[in-house]
T-cell receptor, first 116, second 110 residues
Framework: NAGVTQTPKFQVLKTGQSMTLQCAQDMNHNSMYWYRQDPGMGLRLIYYSASEGTTDKGEVPNGYNVSRLNKREFSLRLESAAPSQTSVYFC???????????????FGPGTRLLVL | GENVEQHPSTLSVQEGDSAVIKCTYSDSASNYFPWYKQELGKRPQLIIDIRSNVGEKKDQRIAVTLNKTAKHFSLHITETQPEDSAVYFCAASVYEKLTFGTGTRLTIIP
């Protein structure tokens, strides 16, 4: 049981390049999330998916797109990377009861992205 | 949207003393309040959480209190140990979305 996994662990991009960050969970969770973490700013929600086939914007969605490929996988895409997107990106998942009550979120190990 | 403020941003305590971190939230609909611990270069990990129908919860040396009227909640760590040194984040949840505080860097002085 690996929990939440992310690839790659580290990536360097040039401004304007594109890339996709991958996330997968093996806990049969319904909800999945993408966060970015910047120094002094905590974790900020980029996008989330309450269930397979649905996605919604979070606090900082500009410059990103997501795909909930199936129940296990939730990818984050940067179409044209900018230096402001240099950050550590965390994926998370939770059971997601759909009742409005939050369940524990479990985080992946993170992807460190540097945009030059 | 929800806004979570966390204080202090840094905290140093002598080993064996207690540490208290405080958070306030803005949305009265928030109903779940977790605390995460993050060690350098690692992922955030849940250490304790509390729901809005409970005023206090304790797990060994860690406790969390919630005051819904004042919209604030606190993390208490007693008998601190060197392994407690980390960054701690509070969060508040509305409709299954978490909003995080900006973190507290806790340093335990041997």
């Amino acid at each position: 049981n690996a929990g939440v996994t992310q690839t790659p662990k580290f990536q360097v991009l040039k401004t304007g390049q594109s890339m996709t960050l991958q996330c997968a969970q093996d806990m049969n969770h319904n909800s999945m999330y993408w966060y970015r973490q910047d120094p002094g700013m905590g974790l900020r929600l980029i996008y989330y998916s309450a269930s397979e086939g649905t996605t919604d914007k979070g606090e900082v969605p500009n410059g990103y797109n997501v795909s909930r490929l199936n129940k296990r996988e939730f990818s984050l895409r940067l179409e044209s990377a900018a230096p402001s997107q240099t950050s550590v990106y965390f994926c998370a998942s939770s059971e997601g009861s759909g009742s409005g009550n939050q369940e524990t979120q479990y985080f992946g190990p993170g992807t460190r992205l540097l945009v030059l | 949207g929800e806004n979570v403020e966390q204080h202090p941003s840094t905290l140093s305590v002598q080993e064996g003393d207690s540490a208290v971190i405080k958070c306030t939230y803005s949305d009265s609909a928030s109903n779940y309040f977790p605390w995460y611990k993050q060690e350098l270069g690692k992922r955030p990990q849940l250490i304790i959480d509390i729901r809005s129908n409970v005023g206090e919860k304790k797990d060994q040396r860690i406790a969390v209190t919630l005051n819904k009227t004042a919209k604030h909640f606190s993390l208490h760590i007693t008998e601190t140990q060197p392994e407690d040194s980390a960054v701690y984040f509070c969060a508040a949840s509305v409709y299954e979305k978490l909003t995080f505080g900006t973190g507290t860097r806790l340093t335990i002085i041997p």
